[in-house]
């Protein structure tokens, strides 16, 4: 080939069109979709939930629901055209060629096979493991940035945070090293350090290795940071396509403007109308509703050969949530922040420390005393394909707790189980299907609108729009902040993502293994942070200077 010549694309979709067979009838789930992948670049797709980002990258490595189908177009793999290939085709492209990241960890890691075996069978499937696969598998874990990779190899996925599992699953996309990398959502659960140390390393394969990324994603920054290219899809159509910077600085078409519109940055201050009932509310004036004082959780984990070691997840914790505001409890996967939110929501006993909600120790509460406590602190948690019972459609998901408490008639009931699907953009149509059949940002807002349906006094909110696009991240965060001016609710906001606590939080919690290492009004740790811990976390959020 002479200097001059033009590369050959790696990934080149033409007219791409997917549908979906249904009982209503076909779903036209892709149309007309173009967009080219050339050898080592990076191409990111951006949009929101079922605008057809997922569904058109799960096509190109023959993943499609077994309803689903390309109906027209061509998907080229180094020119062939792999579009209807057949599965054993698939089959020999999947490991070696193209390498795969899906969003989800709990539906994706086999719950009964350890981390480690789960990553040498990847490894043995492409012929990789090598002489020595414990050394290989250990390698592989660590390069995903998981620490201590010999002793989390012989944990389970229940073992790890919900970071620490979507690592794992880093991991075995990686582990092969593929010339293309399907990474669907890759990052969502991830602190923003480990973020920045993921992408570092798919950089790193990009430079050295000539590996491409397809990366679906609905963080902006991410994209901007991350991407030579962004295709932006709406409604299974793309609207926007063109250089990463070019676009989200520039953007054409109203969809990419409503989009970084929505995007959380630092310099966001909360809006006029969230004042006056941070006024109304402060800190100084307000009681405390939740106080936690001296909280402390340690665990044993197996070390191999019936010996056990103890792991403090959390170390001696205290702070407080006034009634009607929202603290943030902000660090890594790790750091013990959703090992908190399981003790407070009493899911959890506690080694010692004292957890008091209203007044009340809720250490030693009974049944019936619970079951109140239940009714007045609902939670909403990080994983909702976990959360969501596969075998309830939407309509019984969320009716449920009002039946079990005694609300209402089925008449009443199903009225506002319509009205709660309203409050979280959902149609009332939603409440007819299954888990299974929405989105992962749909199956949240489901989560969202159950923890709404008791209407709690607190919400325990982990991780609760870390799976979000940013417009419908938009939308709840503004939802939470109406329920909380409307009825006085008060949050205990657990995330990673600091541009979301910017527009969400009164007050911040930043935690680092087990510790709080500073705490404070939301603009003084943003304006002034005094830890070096806090400084790294907000030096890492992705996109903070790009749009």
């Not at 077994?66 to 061509?74: H, K």
């Not at 997840?313 to 090992?339: H, L, R, Y």
């Not at 888990?435 to 349906?453: F, K, T, W, Y």
Request: net charge negative; hydrophobic share 40%.
């Amino acid at each position: 080939m002479s200097e001059n010549a033009t590369p050959k694309p790696l990934l080149e979709v033409k007219d791409l069109a997917i549908t979906f067979s249904t009982p209503d009838g076909p779903v036209h789930a892709v149309r007309d979709a173009n967009f080219t992948v050339m050898p080592g670049e990076t191409v990111a797709i951006v949009g929101e939930s079922g605008s057809g980002k997922s569904t058109s990258a799960l096509a190109a490595i023959g993943l499609l629901a077994g309803n689903g189908r390309v109906s027209a177009g061509q998907i080229l793999f180094d020119g062939e055209d792999i579009a209807n290939a057949s599965e054993k085709r698939f089959v020999e492209l999947r490991g070696n060629h193209i390498g795969m990241v899906p969003q989800d960890p709990m539906s994706n890691l086999n719950p009964v096979w350890k981390i480690g075996f789960q990553v040498k069978e990847t490894l043995k499937a492409n012929g990789l493991a090598g002489d020595n696969p414990k050394k290989r598998v250990a390698q592989v874990l660590a390069d995903a940035g998981l620490p201590n990779p010999e002793a989390r190899a012989n944990q389970y996925p229940h073992e790890f945070s919900g970071g620490m599992r979507q690592r794992a699953l880093i991991a075995i996309g990686l582990a092969c090293r593929p010339r293309l990398l399907i990474a669907d959502e890759p990052t969502s659960a991830l602190d923003v350090t480990v973020q920045q140390q993921i992408l570092d390393h798919l950089d790193t394969m990009t430079s050295e290795l000539g590996t491409a990324v397809l990366l679906i994603t609905h963080d902006l920054g991410l994209a901007a940071e991350r991407a030579e290219k962004v295709v932006v899809m709406y409604k299974g159509r793309v609207v926007e396509y063109g250089p990463a910077l070019e676009i989200l600085r520039n953007p054409k078409h109203p969809y990419t403007q409503r989009l970084i519109n929505s995007a959380p940055s630092l310099s966001a201050a909360r809006g006029d109308k969230h004042e006056a009932i941070v006024e109304e509310t402060s800190p100084a004036k307000a009681e405390p509703l939740l106080s936690v004082s001296n909280l402390t959780k340690v665990f044993d984990i197996r070390k191999g050969f019936g010996k056990k070691e103890k792991f403090t997840a959390v170390d001696n914790v205290s702070f407080e949530i006034p009634k009607g505001t929202t603290t943030a409890v902000v660090g890594e996967s790790g750091s013990g922040k959703s090992t908190i939110a399981q003790m407070v929501l009493n899911l959890l006993d506690s080694t010692s420390g004292e957890i008091t909600f209203d007044g009340q120790q809720i250490g030693n509460l009974s049944e019936k005393q619970l079951f109140k406590y239940r009714r007045r602190v609902q939670p909403i948690f990080q994983d909702p394909y976990g959360s969501l019972d596969p075998m309830y459609s939407i309509y019984r998901t969320i009716e449920e707790p009002l039946r079990i408490h005694g609300i209402g008639n089925s008449a009443s009931r199903q009225k506002k189980v319509k009205e709660l699907l309203d409050q979280v953009s959902m149609p009332a149509a939603t409440m007819h299907r299954f888990p299974n059949e929405l989105s992962g940002g749909q199956r949240q807002r489901i989560a969202i609108a159950r923890a709404l349906a008791l209407q709690p006094e607190m919400i325990v909110c982990d991780e609760a729009v870390s799976a979000l696009d940013v417009l419908v991240q938009a939308q709840v965060l503004e939802l939470l902040d109406e329920l909380q001016r409307d009825m006085g609710l008060t949050y205990l906001f657990i995330t990673h993502d600091l541009a979301v606590v910017r527009q969400i939080a009164d007050n911040v919690c930043v935690m680092e293994r087990g510790k709080i290492v500073e705490q404070g009004s939301v603009d003084d740790i943003f304006d002034a942070p005094k830890s070096d811990y806090t400084r790294n976390l907000l030096a890492a959020i992705p996109g903070a200077t790009l749009i």
